[in-house]
């Protein structure tokens, strides 16, 4: 047992430079693939109405893109934390949260537009 307390708790230096980005990286993944699974729920109930039909064919795509981004992040990004420099992406997160904010009211007027 005082072996335990004699080791330092914190990890080696350099041992999780690649973490960061790969939790990031699958963090970006759950979000596609909620961003996909709610699009394909607005097509579900959009029917046969073509207006209706746009805002999740949009949210595909914007899933799809959100994907290749992040895959295409994800090596800058460790190369980055490894240079000690924020992987932060403001643009990607603006353009997303401005895709879920448009997905989420063209789902609303959806809803309100079929329940009458």
Same mark, same amino acid.
């Not at 579900?44 to 046969?48: N, T, V």
């Not at 899933?63 to 460790?78: I, K």
């Not at 992987?87 to 643009?91: E, F």
């Given at each position: 047992?005082?072996g335990?307390?004699?080791?330092?708790?914190?990890?080696?230096?350099?041992?999780?430079?690649?973490?960061?980005?790969?939790?990031?990286? %699958?963090?970006?993944?759950?979000?596609?693939?909620?961003?996909?699974a709610?699009?394909?729920? %607005?097509l579900?109930?959009?029917?046969?109405q073509?207006?209706?039909?746009i805002?999740?064919a !949009?949210? %595909?795509?914007?899933?799809?893109? !959100?994907?290749?981004?992040?895959?295409?992040?994800?090596?800058?990004?460790?190369q980055?934390?490894?240079?000690?420099?924020s992987?932060?992406?403001?643009?990607m %997160?603006?353009?997303?949260?401005?895709?879920?904010?448009?997905?989420?009211?063209?789902?609303?007027?959806?809803?309100v537009?079929?329940?009458?």
């Open positions: 047992m005082t335990l307390s004699s080791r330092s708790s914190g990890p080696e230096p350099g041992a999780g430079v690649g973490l960061q980005a790969e939790r990031t990286s %699958i963090a970006w993944q759950r979000t596609a693939l909620t961003l996909t709610f699009s394909v729920l %607005i579900h109930a959009a029917d046969r073509r207006l209706g039909q805002p999740g !949009l949210g %595909i795509a914007a899933a799809l893109w !959100l994907l290749f981004a992040a895959e295409r992040r994800y090596s800058s990004s460790r980055l934390v490894r240079d000690g420099r992987p932060v992406a403001p643009r %997160i603006r353009a997303l949260a401005l895709a879920v904010v448009g997905l989420a009211a063209a789902a609303f007027v959806l809803l537009l079929t329940s009458r």
